[in-house]
T-cell receptor, first 115, second 110 residues
Framework: KAGVTQTPRYLIKTRGQQVTLSCSPI?????VSWYQQTPGQGLQFLFE???????NKGNFPGRFSGRQFSNSRSEMNVSTLELGDSALYLC??????????????FGPGTRLTVL | QKEVEQDPGPLSVPEGAIVSLNCTYS??????FMWYRQYSRKGPELLMY??SSGNKEDGRFTAQVDKSSKYISLFIRDSQPSDSATYLC??????????WGAGTKLIIKP
């Protein structure tokens, strides 16, 4: 079974630009969650999508948005990039059953650098 | 104050030593506690999970939860250089969302 894939793996942008990151979950998984990981803050939850609907949302500004397609693939968009947006963006998929032990499987992440 | 606190390290120990990794949390509603391991340039992978208080053992790894003191631990016996990674604790309450610690970078010296 193929794991979670994320594209691109590395990205360099300049301030003010926008960026779109892509995530393909494990086949059969309907939930996709996005996280931002930085050395100082650790893993910060951005949002979760289940069956094309945003089910949970973290404390990030509206510049961060996402969507999920009917095949469960998800995209995340960041507009008007700031230097502080430089981070590793991780995508995690799960069955989405809602059980507390619904295990999340992570992709390798997209390393975003904002200059 | 963060809901889940974890010392970022790095923690450096010699090969074969017993490693103790810890997290504290503030929300008494948390019921499930997880440890993830993250190697460099990879995403986190689930190592172990425990429910409520108590111990759980899996090979060289033991996860321990003390709900009375809101303290969770991961012990690694006979540590190996391949255990060098960042270890993240995560807590989950009834609202399903995972709350993460910052991660502790562990270095096992041969």
């Amino acid at each position: 079974k193929a794991g979670v894939t994320q594209t691109p793996r590395y990205l360099i942008k300049t301030r003010g630009q926008q960026v779109t990151l892509s995530c393909s979950p494990i086949s059969g998984h309907r939930s996709v969650s996005w996280y931002q990981q930085t050395p100082g803050q650790g893993l910060q939850f951005l949002f979760e999508y289940f069956s094309e609907t945003q089910r949970n949302k973290g404390n990030f500004p509206g510049r961060f948005s996402g969507r999920q397609f009917s095949n469960s693939r998800s995209e995340m968009n960041v507009s008007t990039l700031e230097l502080g947006d430089s981070a590793l963006y991780l995508c995690a998929s799960s069955s989405g059953s809602g059980g507390v032990l619904d295990t999340q499987y992570f992709g390798p992440g997209t390393r975003l650098t904002v200059l | 104050q963060k809901e889940v606190e974890q010392d970022p390290g790095p923690l450096s120990v010699p090969e074969g030593a017993i490693v103790s990794l810890n997290c504290t949390y503030s929300n008494s509603a948390f019921q499930y506690f997880m440890w993830y391991r993250q190697y460099s340039r990879k995403g986190p992978e689930l190592l172990m999970y425990t429910y409520s208080s108590g111990n759980k053992e899996d090979g060289r790894f033991t996860a321990q939860v003390d709900k009375s003191s809101k303290y969770i631990s991961l012990f690694i016996r006979d540590s190996q250089p391949s255990d060098s990674a960042t270890y993240l604790c995560a807590c989950r309450g009834s609202n399903y969302q995972l709350i993460w610690g910052a991660g502790t970078k562990l270095i096992i010296k041969p």
